[in-house]
């Protein structure tokens, strides 16, 4: 059985910064794309970045652009989101999300982690 644990949410005033972490385990062979995704009260879950399998390519949401960045170390499993200059918008809970092609199962199946709240006050 995979599973995705995210650490790193919490509290923060506005202008500070948080770094997230998403760590992949079990029978794991490859992973594919690796993102966070996140909810807020009320909303619609959003993509928020994206990074793929060598960490060449990664994709941000408009809103975060500049003060957000994701990385990766694929020999940890882990997927990790930098975010700095945070903003009360950005309170929500982050996702962890990923590709992953397991061992013993044929495909590649889509796996989320179940989430860090990130509280931003003004």
């Known amino acids: 059985q995979v599973q995705l644990v995210e650490s790193g949410g919490g509290l923060v005033q506005a202008g500070g910064s948080l770094r997230l972490s998403c760590a992949a385990s079990?029978?794991?062979?490859?992973?594919?794309?690796m993102g966070w995704y996140r909810q807020a009260p009320g909303k619609q879950r959003e993509l928020v970045a994206t990074?793929?399998?060598?960490?060449?390519?990664?994709n941000f949401a408009d809103s975060v652009k500049g003060r957000f960045t994701i990385s990766r170390d694929n020999a940890k499993n882990t997927v990790y989101l930098q975010m700095n200059s945070l903003k009360p918008e950005d309170t929500a809970v982050y996702y962890c999300?990923?590709?992953?092609?397991?061992?013993?199962?044929?495909?590649?199946?889509?796996?989320w982690g179940q989430g860090t709240q990130v509280t931003v006050s003004s």
């Open positions: 999300n990923a590709l992953i092609r397991e061992v013993a199962a044929p495909g590649i199946r889509v796996y």
């Open positions: 079990g029978s794991i062979l490859s992973i594919n794309v």
């Open positions: 990074i793929n399998t060598g960490g060449g390519s990664t």
